[in-house]
């Protein structure tokens, strides 16, 4: 059982290239979501994702855009990509349901630098 | 708009000893949940322990335990027997009961050092 795998694991932009970090998660899972962890801080949540074809913003979606096109599957991309979108990106899956204690399965991270 | 704020940016312990780390919140809502993660050097988050706030009895797993105080908003983590092991950044976690598709809020993180 695979859980949730991201790649790719490490990844240089240069200013202004485009790229999409790629998610998928084998447990059938509704939500998804991308967080990214700046050096020393907490997650931030960029978007989610209730279910194939509805995604949603979170706290910090600029210069992202994200697309749900199967259960499985939920990349991000990354547009004109700057320097202060340098950070490790987390993809996590959960089971849904509101009185679910719904534990969040993390992929690995993927640490990516623009420069 | 819920925060988790934790004021330890740095922590460390005597193998075998007990340390404690602090979490406070803030909400409006009477019903959610509380996490706690670790994220060890191989960057992978991993979930330590859960308290649903209609619950009065604190978690427990294993050497690890919390001190939920609804009232004054603190949710803090107790490592017994501290182990090299254990050594991680450690965050705290918010989540609504109800709505809101299970999104975690997080703290900043405690970075836990274990001292043979």
């Known amino acids: 059982n695979a859980g949730v795998t991201q790649t790719p694991k490490f990844r240089i932009l240069k200013i202004g290239q485009s790229m999409t970090l790629q998610c998928t998660q084998d447990m059938n899972h509704n939500y998804m979501y991308w967080y990214r962890q700046d050096p020393g801080m907490g997650l931030k949540l960029i978007y989610y994702s209730v279910g194939a074809g509805i995604t949603d913003k979170g706290e910090v979606p600029n210069g992202y855009n994200v697309s749900r096109s199967t259960t499985e599957d939920f990349p991000l991309r990354l547009e004109l990509a700057a320097p202060s979108q340098t950070s490790v990106y987390f993809c996590a899956s959960s089971y849904p349901g509101d009185r679910v204690v719904g534990e969040l399965f993390f992929g690995e991270g993927s640490r990516l630098t623009v420069l | ?116």
């Open chain 2, 1 to 116: 708009a819920q925060t988790v704020t934790q004021s330890q940016p740095e922590m460390s312990v005597q193998e075998a000893e007990t340390v404690t780390l602090s979490c406070t919140y803030d909400t409006s809502e009477s019903d959610y949940y509380l996490f706690w993660y670790k994220q060890p050097p191989s960057r992978q988050m991993i979930l330590v322990i859960r308290q649903e706030a209609y619950k009065q009895q604190n978690a427990t797993e294993n050497r690890f335990s919390v001190n939920f105080q609804k009232a004054a908003k603190s949710f803090s983590l107790k490592i017994s027997d501290s182990q090299l092991g254990d050594a991680a950044m450690y965050f705290c976690a918010y989540r609504r009961a109800r709505g809101g598709a299970q999104k975690l809020v997080f703290g900043q993180g405690t970075r836990l050092t274990i001292n043979p």
